[in-house]
């Protein structure tokens, strides 16, 4: 069972990666707001049933579509919304490995 680690590996420990090599003295910081990124999986609330292991989010989600993928990538763009862009990419790698593996 590699998933789960996998998953969870890129949700927590890819932006504590990117937080520690790119943001040195603010890592902290630099790390909530990529970890926040998580948020845009409240769109799973209006998803039925809310949470399915063996669903592919990407493409079923609101948040999860490639319309949605392409704002995160311009957040990316300016300095202030670029932590903002860099931790729903990193979620949405997350997510998109999960449909990889099924
Ligand atoms: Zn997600």
């Known amino acids: 069972m590699l998933q789960p680690f996998l998953h969870y590996g890129i ?7 990117v937080a520690l090599l790119f943001f040195k003295t603010q890592w902290k910081i630099a790390y909530l707001i990529m970890i ?3 948020l845009i999986d409240l769109d799973h609330i209006f998803a039925n049933p809310m949470f399915d ?5 990407i493409q079923f989600h609101p948040l999860h579509t490639y ?6 990538v311009l957040l990316l763009i300016p300095k202030k ?3 903002i ?3 729903l990419i990193i979620h949405i790698l997350a997510d998109i490995v999960d449909c990889l593996m099924m």
């Not at 292991?53 to 989010?57: L, M, W």
């Not at 319309?67 to 995160?72: E, K, L, S, T, V």
């Open 53 to 57: 292991p063996n669903r592919c989010s």
């Open 67 to 72: 319309y949605a993928i392409g704002i995160y």
């Open 85 to 87: 862009g860099l931790g």
């Open 11 to 17: 949700h927590f420990l890819l932006p504590l990666a």
């Open 36 to 38: 926040s990124g998580m």
């Open 81 to 83: 919304t670029r932590l």
